[in-house]
C-alpha cells in the first residue's frame, strides 16, 4: 500500500495489517457503530482501545499506533510524522560504478509523464506488474496523479498502460476503473489465460463499511480497456476486514487441463463485531486466504492456506502472535499443482513477559485447484534485509524494503528467492526445490558490500531468470538480471540503461504517498521465448516553483530480454 495514512514502519512491525484496517476505519466511516446494524458489540474506539493494550498492538508502527489512538480518542485520523525508523546513514561500496556490463536491453518508459499534471508533485509512478500475452503487454503500477492530496469519490491510485508490439512503444491507459463506492488504492498484479483473457488485481477500499478488500478486474481485448475491479469478498460492516498485498496466478486446473483457474493469495485481519456481541465469538483472524476462480473471475471461493485465530475477550491470551505477508502464488503448468508462499510472523509469547520474535519464508501446496492446501513448509528463516528497516541512498532518500518471495518453475525444480540481511548487507537468497515443495536447499546468489533487494523471478526452457534492483557503489540503484541455465550460477547484466538515483522519501515529495516508500516488488514475465522486465526508475527529472533546480520523479520503465 503506498498512501500516507497506511504507511509502513520499520520491516518487523510495519507488517501488520491493522495498519490499513484501522486508517481506513478512521478515514472513511470515523468511530460510531453502524446505525443500521444495531447491537452491544464493541465500538471502533473500544476494539482499537483494546487492541493497543495487547502485544498485537505493540508490534505496530510508531504511526499506527498514533492512528490508533485517534480512533480510541474518537477522533479521525492523525496526520502521519512518525518516520517508522530506527536511524542509519547511507553505506557506500568500495570502488566505484555499477562494476556490471549491460544487458543490451532498451530501456522503454512506459506511463506519460505529461500526464502528470492534476497536483503539484503527485508524480509517483512505481510497484510494477505485468502481464504477456502474444504481442500484448499490459504493465500495471501504483500511480499518485489519479487523486486529489486527499482521497474522494473520484480518487484512484491503481494505473495501468498498454503495447500491442510487444513493448516497443507503450500508451498510458490512465486509471483501472473504480468500482461504485470503491476506489482502487494500489498494489497490482497481472495475469492471463490461453485465451488471452487478463486479469489486474488490486487493493480497493469499501467506503460502505470502511473495509480494505481485494478486488480483480478483467480485460477481452489484451488490455487496453478493463471492466472495473470488483471485491472477491466484501464483508458487511459487522467485520473490521482489512486485506493487504495480494497476487495473482493463472494456470490450468489440476482435473479440467483444458481450463486455466485465476488464483488470488493475499494477507488479511478480521473481527466479527456481531458474532462477539451476540454470540460471544470475539476472534480474531490473521490468516493467508487464497481464493480460485474457475469461471473467468466471475464468481470466487475463497480457502485459507493457514490462519492465526485468537480469542480477544479471553482475559488468559497470551501474547503469542502471527502475521503472514508477501503471498506468491504459482500454477505449475505441468500439473495445475498450486503454491503460495509469503515471508511469515511469528512471537511466541505465552506468558506476555517479551517472547522471542521470528520470520521466515513459508510455503503451501495445493494439489486441487486450491480447494485444500497440505502442511506448511518453512523454506529458511529470513533475517530483515536494512536494519534501519529501509536503504539509505542519502540525505531524506530512503527505502523501506521486506522480503517478500518471489516462485518461479525451472527444468525440474521449484525456486524461491527474497532478498535477506544477514550478512549485514542485503542480498538475494535462492532456494530449490525438486520434490514439490517438501524440502529446500538455500544459497546465496549475490555477495559483496554492495546491497540488492525485491527480487523477482522467471523461468523457462533456457533457465531461471532473476530480476533485482542493486545499489550501486556510488548510492544510485539500476535494474540487473541475473540469468542461469540450472540454478547454481548467474550471468548478471544491468537492464536499466541509466543508473538512478533515490528520491526525497523522509519527508516525501509526493503529498499523497507513503513515508520511505519507493515501491515494494518489481515485474518479471516469460512467454517462454523473451523476458519481459518493468521497473520503478527515478532517471527522469520534473521542475516546477517547489524544485526550481529540478528533481528526479519516479517513472516505470520496461526491458525486453
Known amino acids: 500500500m503506498i498512501v500516507r495514512f497506511a504507511r509502513a514502519g520499520r520491516a518487523v512491525r510495519r507488517l501488520l495489517v491493522l495498519v490499513s484496517a484501522a486508517a481506513v476505519i478512521a478515514v472513511t466511516l470515523g468511530t460510531g457503530a453502524s446505525a443500521a446494524t444495531p447491537h452491544n458489540g464493541p465500538t471502533r474506539q473500544e476494539f482499537m482501545t483494546k487492541l493497543l493494550e495487547r502485544q498485537h498492538g505493540k508490534l505496530l508502527s510508531a504511526s499506527a499506533r498514533l492512528g490508533l489512538r485517534a480512533i480510541a480518542a474518537g477522533d479521525r485520523a492523525e496526520k502521519d510524522t512518525d518516520k517508522g525508523l530506527s536511524?542509519?546513514?547511507?553505506?557506500?561500496?568500495?570502488?566505484?560504478?555499477?562494476?556490471?556490463?549491460t544487458a543490451g536491453v532498451a530501456n522503454v518508459r512506459v506511463n506519460n509523464p505529461a500526464t502528470d499534471t492534476n497536483q503539484v508533485d503527485q508524480?509517483?509512478?512505481?510497484?510494477?506488474?505485468?502481464?504477456?500475452?502474444?504481442?500484448?503487454?499490459?504493465?500495471g503500477y501504483n500511480d499518485s496523479q489519479h487523486?486529489?492530496?486527499?482521497?474522494?469519490?473520484?480518487?484512484?491510485?491503481?494505473?495501468?498502460?498498454?503495447s500491442t508490439d510487444g513493448g516497443a512503444t507503450f500508451t498510458d491507459g490512465g486509471a483501472l476503473p473504480n468500482l461504485p463506492e470503491f476506489i482502487n488504492l494500489g498494489d497490482p498484479w497481472l495475469g492471463s489465460d490461453r485465451s488471452g483473457a487478463m486479469y489486474f488485481s488490486n487493493l480497493a477500499i469499501d467506503f460502505v463499511n470502511g473495509n480494505l478488500d481485494i478486488a480483480v478486474a478483467t480485460s477481452s481485448d489484451g488490455g487496453r480497456t478493463w471492466g472495473a475491479a470488483k471485491p472477491i469478498v466484501r464483508p458487511n460492516f459487522d467485520v473490521f476486514y482489512s486485506g493487504d498485498k495480494e497476487a495473482l496466478a493463472v494456470g490450468p486446473d489440476p482435473k479440467k487441463s483444458n481450463r486455466d483457474n485465476v488464483y488470488v493469495a493475499w494477507d488479511d485481519f478480521s473481527f466479527d463485531a456481531r458474532a462477539c456481541a451476540e454470540q460471544n465469538i470475539c476472534q480474531q483472524i490473521n490468516g493467508l486466504p487464497v481464493a480460485r476462480s474457475t469461471d473467468g473471475g466471475a464468481t470466487w471461493q475463497v480457502t485459507y492456506a493457514d490462519k492465526f485465530v485468537a480469542d480477544f475477550n479471553d482475559p488468559n491470551l497470551g501474547c503469542s502472535f502471527g502475521q503472514y505477508i508477501g503471498a506468491y502464488p504459482i500454477v505449475d503448468h505441468a500439473n495445475g499443482d498450486l503454491y503460495v508462499a509469503a515471508e511469515r510472523f511469528a512471537v511466541d509469547d505465552p506468558t506476555c513477559t517479551g517472547g522471542t520474535f521470528t520470520s521466515d519464508i513459508s510455503v503451501f501446496r495445493s494439489t486441487d485447484g486450491g480447494v485444500t492446501f497440505g502442511s506448511r513448509v518453512k523454506i529458511a528463516d529470513v533475517t530483515p534485509s536494512f536494519a534501519a528497516g529501509a536503504l539509505v541512498l542519502g540525505p531524506a532518500q530512503y527505502v523501506r524494503n521486506l522480503e517478500f518471495p518471489t516462485l518461479a518453475f525451472a527444468g525440474n525444480a521449484l525456486f524461491a528467492a527474497?532478498?535477506?540481511?544477514a550478512s549485514g548487507n542485503s542480498h538475494i537468497a535462492l532456494a530449490k526445490?525438486?520434490?514439490h515443495a517438501g524440502s529446500w536447499t538455500v544459497s546465496p546468489v549475490t555477495a559483496?558490500?554492495?546491497?540488492?533487494?525485491?527480487?523477482?523471478?522467471s523461468g523457462d526452457a533456457a533457465g531461471l531468470h532473476l530480476l533485482y534492483y542493486r545499489r550501486n557503489a556510488d548510492n544510485t540503484l539500476d535494474a540487473v538480471v541475473g540469468n542461469s541455465t540450472n540454478g547454481n550460477t548467474f550471468d548478471a547484466h544491468r537492464v536499466s540503461t541509466v543508473a538512478f538515483p533515490g528520491v526525497p522519501t523522509l519527508p516525501q515529495f509526493d503529498p499523497i504517498i507513503a513515508f520511505t516508500y519507493m515501491g515494494d516488488y518489481i515485474a518479471n514475465v516469460s512467454d517462454g521465448s523473451h523476458r519481459y522486465f518493468a521497473w520503478g526508475d527515478n532517471r527522469d527529472t520534473v521542475t516546477n516553483f517547489l524544485w526550481s533546480a529540478g528533481r528526479h520523479d519516479p517513472n516505470v520503465y520496461f526491458g525486453k530480454q
Open 147 to 162: 487523486t486529489l492530496p486527499g482521497l474522494t469519490a473520484g480518487s484512484n491510485l491503481t494505473g495501468y498502460s498498454y
Open 448 to 457: 559483496g558490500t554492495n546491497d540488492e533487494f525485491q527480487p523477482a523471478l
Open 418 to 421: 527474497w532478498n535477506d540481511g
Open 433 to 435: 526445490s525438486t520434490n
Open 123 to 139: 508524480t509517483t509512478q512505481s510497484e510494477t506488474a505485468m502481464a504477456v500475452s502474444g504481442r500484448n503487454i499490459v504493465v
Open 87 to 101: 536511524g542509519g546513514e547511507a553505506k557506500r561500496a568500495s570502488g566505484g560504478g555499477s562494476g556490471l556490463p
